[in-house]
């Protein structure tokens, strides 16, 4: 009887949760009825992380929109403006060589516009080439290419997290090295490269251009950079002393936010009472230079919004959720194998405030080759306690006929001391 | 998930773009027609010779303008181009997850380390540039010894690629004791791949020489390679079409290659996959589960951003599996220093605090959960993994 349950439970080794109540026979046949599934990593974990792409085509088409709404706004502007022209000059008493002349400017307007349309398009046809090219991209993922296209993968994340560091030639030049140009977004974050340059030398101008730009979306989004940006312009010229201007300016450009953002709109106020070297606390911090960097956050936060991208960077998302899956309190040993990414000081300290993995069964893997211990390699206990992997000590037996030496305690045994151990 | 109706989606966005921008220049073409013609018509010698004609020729130019426009040639193409866009929109928020970073845990990421790790990345891929033009432009810290290192890694690695060995054997001999103490006959197996390249391209005696020099030091912990080695001088100058052509073979070198990159990396203290590629591929497998955590959490309520462990278990690969865990399948406890595993004399293995639980602290026998068997605590042992 005792053996018979042995081999059970022999069986059930490696399954999946057998209930503690259940008995001997009636968990072995569960264990032949459930194999183990296949640790794959095509299929559906395939799909699953095609899944998380969605910044990857979202960003390329929200570029791409952008374009065909530059070019239709340029199109009803100019054929309005030359429409009209053309009524004013049909109100108007020109001389005939008036008439011509303005007919003749209102042509050469209009070619104007072609050119400009023409060079609009080909930036649409280019843009629908690279949506089209991510896609394809994602497509061509299979089993047989995985390896290669998981090492893409890393790569586009690198270049994602590069270019929201401002680390351009770096980015640059790994997405040419790679010959990923398509699948990266340069292009996207040249925009905001001239916008952030800008702020970091205290110029406030192209981020102002962009908002007036994207009004309607920031508009929709509740964005209040803009609101921002003129506030930092309106402390600069109290830190000229520049009181007359910066009434004036307030009066223009920052009472529109009055309904929405009064307090801040107070506070800033008045600081035309304190001056740059105020040591009040609640206005000192609005005339240091770190303002200016709050201000690149928020810029790139928009940026990052308006685009349909991650607030984080994916690299961020991507090794977070990695090392908490990863996170156990063996890694934080000093035998921790080094194959493991916690064996190192740096990634240990990232994942610090990161919670631990949990496991509802078993995962046992050999001390000596590092396999996984399942059915076909089962954990096999020396006398002194410790478990191996069959697969190491017989191979370790064959060599020294007959004789396991334990790696970790020395102790030498017979093949024959050794037992098999049950774990379900 | 149905990438080919993405795709068709897509179409039909971009065929919708190019008939609206044919369009436009449709439009444009032909008001720039309308007012030429207008102008010919002005300049014409037997044109209009009264101010009041010539302001008729511009006002039969404005209506027909103002109906070019009024046909609604330009909006309407422009209304399907916006509902497809919006369709399409929608149809990758279906799809695919919209925000990834629901599952963000809102800590403060030392950007400084994350540099660090990308540039020892870039080094230990051998892309020396990138590192180099990483630290230049994120100033991280130094790493020169690091490169270095992997410099040496990859010079050696590139010369076996073209098959030069001496790179190799100089690296095998310098690090020689310390191959051996990690139980690594590697530096054998370059010599070995030399000594084959000897009887294929020397003489007898050159081959001869090589072995009685090089491999015989080795040949008393590689009996049966040794042998099979000297079986090959019966061939030399012919060993492509000997038994032993398979050491000729380049997925001979190729494991030999590897086998040096890992042990390399091994005398250094550093993993042989980039760390960086295995944390990233265990997030790609992890985040789904983990943005579902995230929702359900979501939903009913509840702070997962503080927990110490995660709810839920986040299935990774075998490839991750790097610590053996046990989870005790009566208490579902993960054993630790003080609740470790215990194997019962008939060999099922429990934890400590449940064996202390079924013999009610250690006062009687007890059945195992699992088969007939009576134990006692006495004769449980302690496991280690």
Known sequence: MEMDSLSNGNNTTATASTPATVSPDSSAATARATPTPPPSSTGPQLTEALKLEHQFLRVPFEHYKKTIRANHRAVEKEVSAVISGVTDAASADFSPDDAVNHLNSLVSRLQGLKRKLEEGSRAENLQAQKCRARLDHLESADGENLSEWNSTRLKRILVDYMLRMSYYDTAVKLAECSNIQDLVDIDVFQEAKKVIEALQNKDVAPALAWCADNKSRLKKSKSKLEFQLRLQEFIELVRAENNMRAITYARKYLAPWGATHMKELQRVLATLAFKRDTECATYKVLFEAKQWDFLVDQFKQEFCKLYGMTMEPLLNIYLQAGLSALKTPYCYKDDCTKEDPLSQEAFRTIAMPLPYSKQHHSKLVCYITKELMDTENPPQVLPNGYVYSTKALEEMAKKNDGRITCPRTGSEYNYTELVKAYIS | ?385
Not at chain 2, 26 to 32: L, S
Not at chain 2, 51 to 69: E, G
Not at chain 2, 236 to 252: K, T
Request: proline share 5%.
């Open chain 2, 1 to 385: 998930m149905e990438l080919s109706s993405i795709k068709d989606a897509f179409d039909r966005v971009a065929k919708k773009q190019k008939l609206s921008s044919s369009k436009s220049q449709e439009v444009v073409d032909q008001v720039g027609r309308e007012i030429e013609q207008a102008l010919a018509t002005i300049q014409a010698p037997n044109g209009p010779s009264t101010p009041v004609d010539q302001k008729s020729v511009l006002t039969d130019l404005k209506s027909k303008l103002n109906a070019i426009v009024a046909l609604k040639q330009l909006e309407g193409p422009q209304k399907e181009l916006n509902l497809s866009l919006s369709k399409y929109q929608k149809l990758l928020e279906k799809y695919f997850n919209p925000d990834i970073s629901k599952a963000y845990r809102n800590v403060d990421f030392d950007n400084h380390i994350v540099n660090q790790i990308i540039a020892s990345h870039f080094y230990r891929q051998g892309l020396f540039d990138l590192g180099d033009s990483i630290i230049n432009e994120a100033g991280v810290l130094d790493l020169t010894a690091l490169r270095l290192k992997f410099m040496e890694m990859h010079q050696i690695l590139e010369a076996m690629r073209v098959r030069n060995l001496q790179p190799a054997l100089t690296w095998g001999s310098a690090n020689r004791d310390e191959l051996v103490k990690i139980g690594s006959n590697l530096e054998f197996k370059i010599h070995t791949l030399q000594f084959v390249e000897v009887v294929q391209n020397g003489t007898r005696a050159d081959a001869l020489k090589y072995a009685r020099t090089y491999l015989a030091p080795f040949a008393h912990l590689n009996k049966d390679d040794f042998q099979k080695l000297m079986g090959c001088l019966l061939y030399a100058g012919r060993l492509e079409s000997s038994p032993y052509s398979d050491l000729m073979s380049p997925a001979h070198w190729e494991m030999i290659t590897e086998e040096l990159g890992r042990k390399f990396c091994t005398l250094l203290g550093q993993s042989y996959q980039s760390p960086l590629s295995v944390a990233v591929a265990a997030g790609v497998e992890g985040l789904p589960t983990l943005l579902k955590l995230a929702n359900v959490m979501a939903a009913k309520k509840q702070e997962w951003q503080a927990m110490k462990q995660l709810p839920v278990p986040v299935e990774l690969g075998k490839e991750f599996q790097f610590h053996s865990i046990f989870v005790c399948p009566v208490s579902r406890d993960q054993g630790s220093e003080e609740n470790p595993p215990m194997l019962l004399p008939c060999l099922h293995v429990l934890c400590k605090q449940s064996i202390l639980k079924l013999s009610k602290n250690s006062t009687r026998t007890f059945k195992c959960p699992y088969c007939p068997a009576e134990a006692t605590v006495a004769n449980c042992r302690q496991l280690h993994f």
